[in-house]
């Protein structure tokens, strides 16, 4: 079994910024999709962003500009620059990771709040 672990997230201020990680318990083979799903409160858990194998990038409108998603495949990670941060990005953020094999693994989420 994976685990996927994120860290990194937390209360800011806003216009402030945080990188959250997301690390899976073991290193896994070719990957389809590493991203960052969000589920702000009242809404339903919906894709942020996401990195295709190749290096497309997938993203919803409120990820463009601000957000930026990369991955270090030697360290095993993949990490989710977040910068100028705003009220409404205050959310719970969820790593996701697809193989090409389609084994799909999930994190449990963190928490990004921001408020002054």
């Known amino acids: 079994q994976v685990r996927i672990v994120e860290s990194g997230g937390g209360l800011v201020q806003p216009g402030g910024s945080l990188n959250l990680s997301c690390t899976p318990s073991r290193s896994l083979p070719s990957l389809l999709y590493v991203g960052w799903y969000r589920q702000a409160p009242g809404e339903e858990r919906a894709l942020f962003v996401r990195?295709?194998?190749?290096?497309?990038?997938e993203s919803a409108e409120s990820a463009k500009g601000r957000f930026t998603i990369s991955r270090d495949a030697k360290k095993n990670t993949m990490t989710l620059e977040m910068n100028n941060l705003k009220p409404e990005d205050s959310a719970i953020y969820y790593c996701?990771?697809?193989?090409?094999?389609?084994?799909?693994?999930w994190g449990r989420g963190t928490q990004v709040t921001v408020s002054s």
């Open positions: 996701y990771v697809k193989t090409l094999q389609s084994d799909e693994y």
């Open positions: 990195r295709r194998n190749g290096g497309t990038i």
